[in-house]
Each structure stands twice: as structure tokens, then as C-alpha cells.
């Protein structure tokens, strides 16, 4: 029977003191008792529970030391286990997961492994070692849990990068917490007391701790930055390493993997498809592109300059695509906008992403330029040179315009407040609810839990109006962004009640333009279909598969005009985002350069570019070097930017 370590002889404040030689990896450090302190006494007298307790805990290390080893055996497989049953809300697909393709679990259970005794040897402690995993790995699966509840998307390591945002992303997401939650984190909590209470510890030398250290972050460099060591490791415990082009592809490798393992698989893609400068890049390669016959001519169609609106409607999107939802859909919801069609014309395009990232589809309509150029990046907006860029509103500059860009929403969300001054608008105009600014001038309303369509086609107007010169504008609208819980219906009803509004906002704001006397082009196109809700989503419902995914990469849009505007130009065929602000330049018979004819002349003989909707398509080297030039290189493309030469 284990002797009672309350009889014994009172220990140090460091614990049972024992010669080095015959110290094991886990027990108590063996230091000289310190030193009195001045009011040593009085704090010993304050505190005497709380010093017993610790003296209890030092000889736990040694009392129960086998048990202790135990704990931190078993520590990377309890934690494992849990962020997996976390974000899985339960524990049966986690036990599927285990039965069906173990390798997968061991693969996790390693890397777990090798992270806990990272945070050993430099903690030396087991409880603070444990606290730390158990805090990642809970963290990790519980964002998990309520981006997938939000908007039917997994979490990538890449998405860490809107931590900064947390305050406007908290808005956008479904965050319930239930008693599922709080249990799996009560069980996680006991572990950690009892690790706490146990006080495991070890004691390795300096040499074992960094040559331990180095030998625990050598596999994660290599996971991550090496395809001749991660293809054999994720062959050999089958992890699923298929491209996962566009989200649909994303899900299906998730189901394959599940959190863990895909967490660190999609790390080594993302790597691998990182920004790097295309091969052969120089000023020669670039006039080779670009050795084109411009077509000249070109004076506004005789000097009158129409206003250019580009309205980027946020999750603006034509369900009526699928047969499956005729019952649903009532001819109302979209009447106005037909009829808005009829007046114009329309057809549709293919935007570079699905139900997140509007800034994939800004970068295209702002640049001219495609996300698979730089290798689509979720955030294309962080890969551009810190300079300024050859956006589009550049060249209306030039022509005379006056150029402005809208969004109702924060500025610093996604970094536009620093990166777009660069991009030629003459204004930014945002309206920041959490700061309490806003840059608007009109009486802003809102429709649900964002800024009403009304507000921003009334800031348009207003523009307009006051603007002595032909006027570019480009708005990201927010009034029909996630969530879709607030209303009478359930979550797609919802949000067909908000596309009714937008297209009922629609009809006055372009009724308001018909007695402008100013001749102004309209563009109107959603930023990607709806983020939906999880499983129980309307896109499981009608069947969304890797294979049929493609409707959801093409968006019907509107070109609309108050004048006569001549729409021959515009192509019958799908076209990519990036290409309709050269369809709109033809509209309004817009001056061109080499390089606005060069991709003028693209759009004929690669009208789609698009990874997420045809990772088919091979790369198209021309538009790959083109974008890279323009948004990170040397810009030796014709531009209406010139560089500095005094720039380092």
C-alpha cells in the first residue's frame, strides 16, 4: 500500500529532492529551497491551503508516476478524439471514421503526437503541455463546427488569416452553443484538471530538448513544403490528395479525411499553389504577349461618355436553374428582374467562387484580371504589391472620369481600407456600424442585418448628381449576406424574400436613372450563389455533386442602359468575371492599349478561365504571366500606371 505522503517528512518547495543521476523522466525538479523572503512568514500564513495543495501535487509527480506516464501517453489519442467528435457534433462519424479508414485516425494521432511533445519539451510541465493542445485542438474543431453550420464550407488553415476580423465575422456566422459543445469541452476540461493534479513533468537535458524539438517541427516542414516527403507519408496512410479545385471537391475530400488530416493535407496544397514568379518572366516575354494590332477609333462613340455602374450584388443568385425547386420559387421573386432584362440585356458569366470570398470576384471586376493567374487564392487582395495598381479605375482617370468604389460594410474587412487607395478610386465610401463611421451621405436604412440595396442605389444617385464629370463607380453590395435566419421561413425562404427586395430596389433605382439626363450603363451581377446552411442546405437537397457543380459557378447578369446603348459587342458565349470590364469598355467604345486589346482578344480564344468551374482547362501561360506582371511584378505591361523609377 502507497504510504501516505502526509506523514512523511515535509519536502522542499521544489519537491523530494534526489541525487541526478537517479532522476527519471517524469518527477519533481530538484532545486536548493530558496532563500527566505522578506514576508516569507506572512505569506505563508495567507496561504496555507494553497501551499499544502502544492506540496500534494509535487509528490503526485513521483507517487504516481507510472500512472502519470500513462496520462501523457494517451494524452494525443483523448485529444484527437475529441476535436474530432467536436466538429462532428457527435461521436458516430468519428467511430466510422475509426472502422473505415484507420489509417487516417493513426496519421492524426501521430501528428498529435509529435505536437505534444513539442509543447513538453519546452513546457517541461505536463499539464500546461496539455492545456495548450487541448486549447488549438478545441479552438480549431469548434470554429470548424460554425463555419461549416454557417455557410456549408470547411476550415483551411489559410482562413486564419481573418482572425483580425473577428468582430465583423462573428456577424456573419450561425454560432449556437449546445449542450454537446459544453460537454465535449467539460470532458476536456476534467482531463486537463486531472493532468494538473497529477503533475506529470519531465526532465530532459538542454541537448535532448532541441534536438527533440528539431526532430518534432522537421516533419511539419517537410509535410508542408516537400512533395518528395509528403506524397509518399499521406500515400502510405491514405490520406485522400485530391486537387480540390473549387469547394464542392473540398467537401468530398473532408468526408475522405475529415478534420484533422485535412487541416494539415490542404496546408501542403495551399503551399504547393502558392504565388511564384512565372518561368521565362521579363520585359521581352511580355511584348511578345502583347504584340497586337490595336484597333483604333475608339472616341466614346463620338465623345459622350456614359456613366459606368458596376453592381456587384452580394449572394445575388437565379435558384431557377434547378428544376427541383420550381415549387418554391414563386414567379414573383424574380418578375422584376426579367423584366429589367427585357429592357437591357443579359446572359451569363462565370464567377471564381462559391458561396464565400466576394473578393475573388471583386479582384476580377476591379482588375480585369483572373484569380487562377496568381493560382486562386482565397484573399487575392494580400498577394498585390504594396503599390499602386493598374485597376480599371485607373484608365477612367484617364478618360476624365470622376471613379468611385462603395461597399456598406467595414473598410478593414478584408483589408480594403489599405489595399484599395491603390486601385485609382477617387472615393472610398464604407459604413462601419462597430466604429460608428460611415463614409455615406444619404439616410442609411437596413434590410435585415445589413445595409438595404435602397441605401447604396440612392448613394449611386446621389453621386451621379453631384459629379460634373462622367462618373465609374463600383459598389459591393451587403444586404443579402448570410445569416438567413431572420424571418417568417425557413432559411432559403428567407433569402428568396431578400432577393425579391433587391429586385424590387432594383426597379426604382433604375426608374431613378431614367430621368437623369445623363447617359449611364448599368452592369448588375451577384458575387457567387448563397452560403447555405450545412446538411440540411438546399444544395444537398437538389443533389450538388464534384460532378454537377458547375451551375453554381454561372451567374446571370444585367446590362442595362437609359440611352441606346449598342449591346452587339457583347459576347453570346460564357465569358469569366474578368473579362466584363472590357465587354463594358466596348459598350461605351472605350480607348484602348495593348493590353486592353490583348485580352480583348482573349476573351475570343479563352473565353473561360476559371479553376473552380473547369480545372480542366489547361493553364493559359499568356494570362498567368500577364496577371502576375500587373498585380506583383515589374508592370513592363502597357498601363495607364507607370512605375517610379525612383522606387527601390
Partial sequence: MAENPLNRPEPSESGNQETEGAKSDIMPDVTEK??????????????????????????NTKRYSTLNTFLLIIFPLFICSMAEINQAKEALPFLKLLVNRPSVVFFDYIIAGLIFILLLLIFKIGWIASAVQSFIYMALSTVELFKYNTNGNHLILSDMKLAKSVKSLTSFAYIKITWR????????????????????KIHPSPVKRIVGSVCCIAPFIALVIFPSFYQPVYSFFGVDTTDASNDILLKEKFKQNSFLAFLVETASESYANRLVEPENYSQESIDEIMQVDVEGGHDFNGGEKPNVIVVMSESYADFRVFDQLDDRIDDSIYSLFDKACEEGHSGTIITPTYASWTVRSEFELILGLPVRGINDPNMPQRELADRVQPALAQYYNTWGYNTAYIHPFQGTFYGRLNKYPNFGFDKLMFHDDYEGTSDFDVDVDYYGTYVDDMTVFNQITKLINDSDEPLYVHTTTMQNHQPYDQGDQDEFGNYLTWIKHTNEDLEVFLDDLEKIDEPTLVFFVGDHFPSLRGETSVYNQVGITSENCDVLYQQKYLLWSNYDADFSTVPDQQVSFFYMPYVLLNIIDAPRDEFIQTMMNKMQTEPVYSTSYDNSTPRDPDLDMLTYDRVVGELYSTSPVKPDPSDD
Fill in 34 to 59: 530558496p532563500k527566505a523572503e522578506p514576508n516569507a512568514d506572512n505569506k505563508k500564513k495567507r496561504f496555507p491551503k494553497l501551499r499544502r495543495f502544492n506540496r500534494h501535487r509535487n509528490w
Fill in 181 to 200: 459543445l459544453i460537454l465535449a469541452y467539460i470532458v476536456v476540461i476534467a482531463f486537463v484538471l486531472l493532468v494538473f493534479y497529477l503533475n506529470p
